[in-house]
């Protein structure tokens, strides 16, 4: 006789209630509806923008009148060097904001968030709590005069997405930091390792996946970031959000989706590089 299993026990299909029964089509109901509502929100947009970006014309109908490579091959040195500019800082940025978060995390690791702990971690999260734009007007008046001017500086780009995916990334750390892996550095330096081979050798192994996950979050949070960005860059530079911007506001909705498409294809294929696995002899040299 075919039997459902419960926990600890196999029941006779006979002797399952209607509210199992209810429950269970309820539960792949609530499963059919949350992928929709994935695929409306999220893929279908994607679809948009691709189908867009190799349209010839699009109004009025389902899909587009015909399509075309065109709007690609329009695309010139200012959009290309935005593309460079938006992938550089996200990887300067994501890099610098991984170690910087590590760096928190192993310092606060162990100490009475009371006190000065405390103080300290409640500064790393305040981005979190404050508008982007507000943040980006805030580093903006802090640093557009002598004795540090960044205002004409790509620094100052750098300097406010930094302050905005540092909390993020020393999230990551201080969560990968447990309980054992203190054991094992006490006891890596109990036998008389210094503290670099404890860290290169001991931590540094079991932190890769919260470090991987630090870099790829930092880097699709630059890649996207917008509202402090457009507060402090300064002139002759431009990110791909900026771009995309001023191309959607002057109408050019068609150039702005074969520029946003590369920018994904650019910003998938690195995170790829990021989550790539490396061949377990080569992660760390023992």
């Known amino acids: 006789m075919s039997a459902e299993f419960r926990i600890g026990q196999a029941v006779p299909r006979h002797q399952i209630g209607w509210g199992d029964t209810v429950l269970k089509h309820a539960s792949r109901v609530a499963l059919a509806l949350a992928a929709f509502a994935c695929f409306w929100l999220f893929v279908l947009p994607v679809i948009v923008v691709a189908l867009s970006s190799v349209s010839t014309q699009w109004s009025g109908t389902i ?3 015909g399509y ?8 010139g040195s200012p959009e290309y060097d935005a593309l460079l500019t938006s992938l550089e800082i996200g990887f300067g940025v994501s890099a610098v904001g991984t170690i910087l978060g590590l760096w928190l995390a192993l310092a606060l690791e162990g100490r009475d968030r009371r006190g000065l702990g405390a103080v300290v971690d409640a500064l790393v999260m305040v981005p979190n709590g404050v508008p982007s734009v507000v943040l980006g007007l805030a580093v903006l ?12 500086s790509a620094a100052i780009v750098v300097l406010v ?12 750390a201080a969560a990968a930091l447990r309980p054992e892996l203190t054991v094992l550095r006490e006891a890596a330096a109990s036998l008389g390792a210094p503290p670099a081979m404890v860290l290169r050798r001991v931590l540094l192994p079991q932190l890769v996946p919260a470090l991987r996950a630090s870099l790829a ?7 996207g970031e917008l509202g402090a960005t457009l507060t402090v860059y300064p002139p002759g530079f431009a990110t791909v959000p900026i771009v995309v911007i001023g191309q959607v506001e002057r109408g050019y909705y068609l150039p702005a989706s074969a520029l946003s498409l590369l920018m994904l294809g650019a910003s998938l294929a690195a995170l790829l590089l990021i989550a790539a696995r490396v061949p377990r002899g080569k992660r760390v040299a023992s």
Do not use: M, N
Request: charged residues 15%.
């Open 63 to 65: 899909l587009p009148a």
């Open 68 to 75: 075309s490579l065109r709007w690609f091959e329009r695309l």
């Open 217 to 223: 979050l930092g880097f699709a949070l630059s890649l």
């Open 161 to 172: 997405q930094l302050a905005l995916i540092l909390p993020f990334c020393y999230r990551c």
């Open 141 to 152: 008046i802090a640093y557009h005069q002598k004795p540090v001017d960044l205002s004409s």
